[in-house]
Nanobody, 128 residues
Framework: VQLVESGGGLVQAGGSLRLSCAAS????????IGWFRQAPGKERGPVAC????????YYTEAVKGRFAISVDRAKDTVYLQMNNLEPGDTAVYYC??????????????????????WGQGTQVTVSS
């Protein structure tokens, strides 16, 4: 099983992008799935997380009201709809999953590499 992100690209400020994470083998198995991002010179941090069974969500303050995380169980895919993008959203976006922690814990405190799975990342660049 693996996570594969897609949908990144270059967009002007105020624009939108939708990221996809192919998550076959993770959805429907009691996983927390999240989107995280890493900007140049910074550590990877949370963006949004979702529980794959109850579909409860958590967003960081920086993206609340602009981004939306969702799950399509039929396609085994997790999406991150990003609207009203800002230059500060420029980063490599990663999809992560863990079955050892809740979506809330995953976004707030992360998970050890040994207890989580990660995709290779997709670059999002927002120009001013």
């Amino acid at each position: 099983v693996q996570l594969v992100e897609s949908g990144g690209g270059l967009v002007q400020a105020g624009g939108s992008l939708r990221l996809s994470c192919a998550a076959s083998g993770f959805i429907g198995n009691g996983h927390a799935i999240g989107w995280f991002r890493q900007a140049p010179g910074k550590e990877r941090g949370p963006v949004a997380c979702i529980g794959d069974t109850d579909l409860k969500t958590y967003y960081t303050e920086a993206v609340k009201g602009r981004f939306a995380i969702s799950v399509d169980r039929a396609k085994d895919t997790v999406y991150l709809q990003m609207n009203n993008l800002e230059p500060g959203d420029t980063a490599v976006y990663y999809c992560g999953a863990t079955r050892y922690y809740t979506y809330y814990h995953f976004c707030n405190w992360g998970a050890p590499e040994s207890l989580s799975s990660w995709g290779q990342g997709t670059q999002v660049t927002v120009s001013s």
